[in-house]
C-alpha cells in the first residue's frame, strides 16, 4: 500500500484579499478532498478564496484544535493510511508553527507518511522580519504566564536573554493592553520594543522603538492580533 501525502497548506492572517498562493498549491487542493482544519469556518473560507470552484459539498473534513479528542487525533490520518491525500490548514498562517497542527505532523512521521509543506505568510517571521532585530538567534515563546508576579519574573528573564537572542511573545488580543503597560513599566527604558500588530490587514501597525519612546505614545492594542519582541543592549 503507497500512502497518501499529508500536504500543509498555510492560511491567510485575516485578509483574504491577500492570495499568497502559487500554482502548485493551487492544483494540490484542487486535486484533495479531504482536509483536517484547525477550525472548519476559516478552512473552507481560504479554499473557497483561492479555488472557488471547487464543490465545497464534495470535502470530507476533520477538525484538529483544543477541543478533539485522543481518540480523533488517533484517527484523523486514515485517509493517508489509505492511500488517500490530506491537506492541514490552520486557522491563520502556516500550519504546525505556534498552532496544534504540529501534533498531527508528528503524527504523520510515526507512521511514514510523507509531509510536504508549502510556504506562506506566518505572522511570527513577518514580524520578526520587520523589526530591524537580531534575526541570527531569535526564540518564540509562546504565551507569558497570566499570574502577575509570574508574569513579571518571565518579562525580566527575557530581556536579559533578548541581549543576545530576539525575543518573541505573544497574548490573547482582549489582553493586549495590560500587556502593553506592563512592559513599559517592567523593562529597561532603553530596551527596544516591537509591536507588530494586524500583519497583512489595511490597519498593519509595526513599530520598533526604545520603551522610553513608547511611553511618549501608546498605541491601542485591544483586540488586534499583535506580536511582541524585545532586543536590549
Known amino acids: 500500500m503507497v500512502y497518501g501525502k499529508l500536504y500543509l497548506i498555510p492560511n491567510n492572517l485575516g485578509n483574504l484579499s491577500t492570495n499568497f498562493s502559487i500554482?502548485?498549491?493551487?492544483?494540490?487542493?484542487?486535486?484533495?478532498?479531504?482536509?483536517?482544519?484547525?477550525?472548519e469556518k476559516p478552512g473552507r473560507a481560504l479554499i473557497k478564496n483561492i479555488l472557488p470552484s471547487k464543490e465545497q459539498s464534495k470535502l470530507e473534513v476533520y477538525t484538529l484544535n483544543k477541543h478533539s479528542?485522543?481518540?480523533?487525533?488517533?484517527?484523523?490520518?486514515?485517509?493517508?493510511?489509505?492511500?488517500?491525500?490530506m491537506g492541514l490548514i490552520s486557522?491563520?498562517?502556516?500550519?504546525?508553527i505556534a498552532d496544534p497542527g504540529s501534533e498531527i505532523v508528528k503524527k504523520a512521521h510515526s507512521l511514514g507518511i510523507r509531509v510536504v509543506p508549502f510556504v506562506g505568510p506566518s505572522s511570527i517571521f513577518m514580524a520578526l522580519m520587520s523589526s530591524g532585530m537580531n534575526g541570527q538567534s531569535f526564540k518564540f515563546n509562546g504565551y507569558l504566564p497570566i499570574n502577575k508576579n509570574e508574569r513579571?519574573?518571565?518579562?525580566?528573564?527575557?530581556?536579559?536573554?533578548?541581549?543576545?537572542?530576539t525575543q518573541i511573545f505573544m497574548e490573547t488580543p482582549y489582553?493586549?493592553?495590560?500587556?502593553?503597560s506592563e512592559l513599559l513599566k517592567i523593562l529597561n527604558s532603553s530596551t527596544k520594543l516591537c509591536v507588530a500588530c494586524d500583519i497583512t490587514h489595511k490597519s498593519e501597525y509595526i513599530k520598533t522603538k526604545s520603551i522610553n519612546d513608547w511611553k511618549k505614545r501608546i498605541p491601542d492594542l485591544n483586540k488586534r492580533p499583535t506580536i511582541f519582541l524585545i532586543e536590549s543592549d
Request: aromatic share 4%.
Open 152 to 165: 513579571k519574573s518571565i518579562i525580566k528573564k527575557l530581556e536579559k536573554n533578548s541581549i543576545t537572542t
Open 69 to 85: 479528542l485522543k481518540e480523533e487525533k488517533n484517527n484523523l490520518l486514515k485517509p493517508c493510511l489509505n492511500g488517500i491525500n
Open 23 to 39: 500554482e502548485s498549491q493551487i492544483s494540490v487542493i484542487e486535486n484533495i478532498d479531504h482536509f483536517i482544519f484547525e477550525n
Open 91 to 96: 486557522d491563520a498562517g502556516c500550519p504546525a
Open 175 to 180: 489582553r493586549n493592553n495590560k500587556l502593553f
